[in-house]
C-alpha cells in the first residue's frame, strides 16, 4: 500500500487552504472529503471575509474549486472517513470505499448540523424537513414554514425565507433571540414573520410530506401547520471517526497554537477544533498552520 506524506480529511475553509499550502510544498496527498466547501458553502450573505465585500456561499465554494484545479490534486470527492488510528509510525485512514495510510494527518472535517430528536425528523428529512435554507428554500415558495433555531443561522434562514414563503414562524427555546441584532430587527419588520420565544417543538407530522408541527409553549400544546421544517439548531463537531486524540466536552479535537494534537503526526484545523472563533477566515488560516505544522514535522524526521 502507498504511504502518502499526509492526508486532508475535509475540503472546507480550512480543508482547502490546508490543500493550497500543501501543493505548494510539493507534499504527496490525497483530500478526502464528502464535498467542496463545506459549512461555508451553506451560507447565504458572506460579508466578512477579506477581499470580497460580499459574497454568497454558493459563490465562495466555486472559487475554492477553481483554486484547487490550479494544481493536480488527488482529490476522493464524496468519500467519507470512518476511522483515523495511528500504529508506530503510521497513520491509518479508512472511508467507506478504501483504506490508506500515510505519515501525517491534517483533520477538517469541519461540524455537522445538530439534531432535534424529535419524532418525525428523520421520517421527513428531505420530504418538508431540512437544515439549509440555501440550498433549499426556493422549494417552499408560497408555503408555511417554521425555522428552529435562535441564532444567527435560524435568522439567516428566515431572511432568506422572507422573498420566498408564504408565513414564517420561528421557533426558539430560548427566553429571548441570540442572533446578531441586525437580522433580528429586520426579521421583526416583516409581517410574514411570527416569533415564537420559550417554544420546544415535540414533533413533526405528515403523510408523505410534513404538514404541521406539534410545540409546546406558555405551558400548553398546539399544533402548527407547516409545510417546511428548517432545523437551523447549530452543529457537532465532526469527529466521531477518530477516538485517540483529546477532545474536550463537546467532542471538538484538542489542538495547540501550532494545530497539533496529543498525538504526533496528527493534526486540526478549522470548526471540528476547540479554536473558539467559528470563522471562514479563522478555519483558512488553521488550515494553513496544520499543514506548515506537517511539513516541519516531516522535515525534522530522521
Do not use: W
Not at 47 to 52: K, P, V
Not at 114 to 143: H, Q, S, Y
Amino acid at each position: 500500500m502507498k504511504l502518502y506524506d499526509l492526508i486532508i480529511i475535509g475540503a472546507g475553509p480550512a480543508g482547502i487552504t490546508a490543500t493550497i499550502y500543501a501543493a505548494r510544498k510539493k507534499m504527496d496527498f490525497p483530500v478526502i472529503s464528502k464535498d467542496i466547501g463545506g459549512q461555508a458553502a451553506l451560507s447565504s450573505d458572506i460579508q466578512n471575509y477579506t477581499g470580497y465585500q460580499f459574497i454568497t456561499g454558493p459563490e465562495l465554494a466555486q472559487k475554492f474549486r477553481e483554486h484547487l484545479e490550479q494544481f493536480k490534486i488527488e482529490l476522493k470527492e464524496g468519500e467519507k472517513v470512518t476511522l483515523v488510528k495511528k500504529e508506530g509510525e503510521i497513520i491509518e485512514v479508512k472511508t467507506d470505499k478504501g483504506k490508506y495510510e500515510t505519515k501525517t494527518v491534517v483533520i477538517a472535517s469541519g461540524r455537522v448540523p445538530r439534531k432535534l430528536g424529535v419524532k418525525g425528523e428523520d421520517e421527513f428529512k428531505n420530504r418538508g424537513v431540512t437544515c439549509c435554507a440555501t440550498c433549499d428554500a426556493p422549494l417552499f415558495a408560497d408555503m408555511d414554514v417554521a425555522v428552529i433555531g435562535g441564532g444567527n443561522a435560524a435568522l439567516d434562514a428566515v431572511l432568506q425565507l422572507i422573498k420566498i414563503a408564504k408565513k414564517i414562524y420561528l421557533l426558539d427555546i430560548a427566553s429571548s433571540l441570540r442572533a446578531d441584532p441586525i437580522m433580528v430587527e429586520k426579521a421583526k419588520q416583516s409581517e410574514k414573520v411570527t416569533i415564537y420565544n420559550n417554544t420546544k417543538v415535540k414533533e413533526i407530522y405528515g403523510t408523505n410530506f410534513v404538514q404541521g408541527i406539534k410545540i409546546e409553549r406558555e405551558g400548553k400544546t398546539e399544533n402548527l401547520p407547516v409545510e417546511g421544517v428548517f432545523v437551523e439548531i447549530g452543529s457537532v463537531p465532526a469527529s466521531e471517526f477518530i477516538q485517540e486524540v483529546q477532545k474536550n466536552e463537546i467532542g471538538e479535537i484538542m489542538v495547540n497554537c501550532k494545530c497539533e494534537t496529543n498525538i504526533s503526526g496528527i493534526y486540526a484545523a478549522g470548526d471540528v477544533t476547540n479554536v473558539p472563533a467559528k470563522q471562514i477566515i479563522v478555519a483558512c488560516g488553521e488550515g494553513a498552520k496544520a499543514v506548515l505544522s506537517a511539513f516541519d514535522y516531516l522535515s525534522k524526521k530522521k
